[in-house]
């Protein structure tokens, strides 16, 4: 069943209505129990019946159903929700969404609280809205999710709340998943699940034979964790590893599942996507740099926060596999001496003289 039905059977979308409505305003501490309209079910003995009935089926919900009050506070969370983000119920109800918990950012990594706030936005026009974001996980990784943001009514039929239901995105999730069957050939990083070196050498090698045979051009970009060293020192190698598991989900869920992300070396990881050019390439990588810029790490009395440097590479006519690497490993050098968090390319009139013709002399 998909996101949209699930939804449907909940939320009566359509001519009739565009919202659900709750028998009372929303209090402090208090749980709000949704109904749905009297004009719906023709008598109120059902709607009481149905006011009843409709927590346990959000409650039963595939889907993240979440209920914010005027203030922004979070009302309802359902095992939906719990299930996506890593967080329990008894750690985000009564806590103000912007608090760590619906921190979303958009596809370009830039957070869409303030002005973008889809929460905001349904508050002041009544409109329902939907949109494509990456949520922030527990475990400080971003995971991309459909989100559809409605206003909830009171009787008096003034807006006293919103409700959020989102999923996860199944293509994005492909890619995340993709990364586990490398498993079945014994090139798993056991940590974090990406690829290991080995398996890494071979993607490079394919990637490469692609190119010479059929044309399909690739692209390399070589990540860097920034301050993974410093994490470490300060908080020990357990939350060091953690750091490096949330940094690699995040990445793997920008790439497309065609594409590969295998770790090189301790802080050093490589994505080579298929097929690619000049433009997508840098727009992957800034994309990449930007979501795990606006992760964190949650440790309770203290906040993880990491950057990563990138150098990329598209590989060119005659190239090799070193001569390759070596442009990557390059503007990798360059993006961590200019202070990191950022993305270094391959000069625009450099790949302009690579792509020219052949002079008619």
Same mark, same amino acid.
């Given at each position: 069943?998909?996101?949209?039905?699930?939804?449907?059977?909940?939320?009566?979308?359509?001519?009739?209505?565009?919202?659900?409505?709750?028998?009372?305003?929303?209090? /402090?501490?208090?749980?709000?129990?949704?109904? &749905?309209?009297?004009?719906?079910?023709?008598?109120?003995?059902?709607?009481?019946? *149905?006011? !009843?009935?409709?927590?346990?089926?959000?409650?039963?919900?595939?889907?993240?159903?979440?209920?914010?009050?005027?203030?922004?506070? &979070? %009302?309802?969370?359902?095992?939906?929700?719990?299930?996506?983000?890593?967080? @329990?119920?008894?750690?985000?109800?009564?806590?103000?969404?912007?608090?760590?918990?619906?921190?979303?950012?958009?596809?370009?990594?830039?957070?869409?609280? $303030?002005?973008?706030?889809?929460? @905001?936005?349904?508050?002041?026009?009544?409109?329902?809205?939907?949109?494509?974001?990456?949520?922030?996980?527990?475990?400080?990784?971003?995971?991309?999710?459909?989100?559809?943001?409605?206003?909830?009514?009171?009787?008096?039929?003034?807006?006293?709340?919103? &409700?959020?239901?989102? /999923?996860?995105?199944?293509?994005?999730? /492909?890619?995340?998943?993709?990364?586990?069957?490398?498993?079945?050939?014994?090139?798993?990083?056991? #940590?974090?699940?990406? $690829?290991?070196? @080995?398996?890494?050498?071979?993607?490079?090698?394919?990637?490469?034979?692609?190119?010479?045979?059929?044309?399909?051009?690739?692209?390399?970009? +070589?990540? *860097?964790? *920034?301050? =993974?060293? =410093?994490?470490?020192?300060?908080?020990?190698? !357990?939350? $060091?590893?953690?750091?490096?598991? /949330?940094?690699? @989900?995040?990445?793997?869920?920008?790439?497309?599942?065609?594409?590969? #992300?295998?770790?090189?070396?301790?802080?050093?990881?490589?994505?080579?996507?298929?097929?690619?050019?000049?433009?997508?390439?840098?727009?992957?990588?800034?994309?990449? %740099?930007?979501?795990?810029?606006?992760?964190?790490?949650?440790?309770?009395?203290?906040?993880?926060?990491?950057?990563?440097?990138? $150098?990329?590479?598209?590989?060119?006519?005659?190239?090799?596999?070193?001569?390759?690497?070596?442009?990557?490993?390059?503007?990798?050098?360059?993006?961590?001496?200019?202070?990191?968090?950022?993305?270094?390319?391959?000069? +625009?009139?450099?790949?302009?003289?690579?792509?020219?013709?052949?002079?008619?002399?």
């Amino acid at each position: 069943m998909s996101h949209q039905d699930n939804l449907a059977r909940v939320i009566p979308l359509g001519e009739r209505t565009s919202c659900l409505e709750v028998p009372r305003e929303l209090r /402090a501490g208090a749980v709000p129990t949704p109904m &749905i309209s009297p004009s719906l079910v023709g008598a109120p003995s059902a709607a009481a019946a *149905d006011a !009843a009935l409709l927590p346990q089926v959000l409650e039963q919900l595939h889907d993240g159903v979440c209920l914010l009050d005027l203030k922004d506070r &979070i %009302r309802f969370w359902n095992s939906g929700a719990e299930r996506i983000t890593g967080y @329990k119920k008894e750690e985000v109800v009564g806590r103000n969404c912007h608090d760590r918990v619906f921190c979303h950012s958009n596809q370009q990594g830039c957070s869409s609280c $303030g002005e973008d706030c889809p929460n @905001k936005s349904v508050i002041s026009t009544g409109e329902r809205q939907d949109g494509e974001f990456f949520l922030h996980h527990k475990e400080g990784y971003r995971l991309p999710i459909s989100l559809r943001v409605a206003p909830l009514r009171g009787q008096a039929g003034s807006i006293i709340g919103t &409700i959020h239901i989102f /999923a996860e995105r199944p293509q994005e999730l /492909a890619a995340l998943e993709h990364a586990k069957d490398y498993e079945r050939f014994t090139f798993l990083d056991p #940590l974090t699940e990406a $690829g290991n070196r @080995k398996y890494t050498e071979i993607a490079l090698h394919q990637a490469h034979e692609a190119f010479v045979r059929y044309g399909r051009r690739p692209g390399l970009a +070589m990540i *860097d964790v *920034d301050r =993974l060293t =410093l994490v470490n020192r300060s908080f020990g190698l !357990a939350v $060091g590893d953690q750091v490096l598991k /949330a940094v690699t @989900k995040t990445v793997i869920s920008c790439l497309r599942p065609y594409d590969f #992300l295998g770790r090189w070396r301790d802080d050093q990881f490589y994505a080579i996507l298929a097929d690619t050019h000049a433009e997508h390439l840098a727009a992957l990588a800034n994309q990449c %740099r930007a979501q795990v810029a606006g992760s964190a790490l949650d440790l309770g009395a203290h906040c993880v926060q990491v950057g990563v440097s990138i $150098g990329t590479s598209l590989l060119v006519p005659n190239d090799s596999i070193t001569t390759w690497l070596g442009r990557a490993e390059r503007n990798l050098r360059e993006a961590k001496s200019e202070g990191g968090n950022r993305v270094i390319t391959d000069p +625009m009139h450099t790949l302009f003289n690579w792509f020219q013709p052949p002079s008619a002399e």
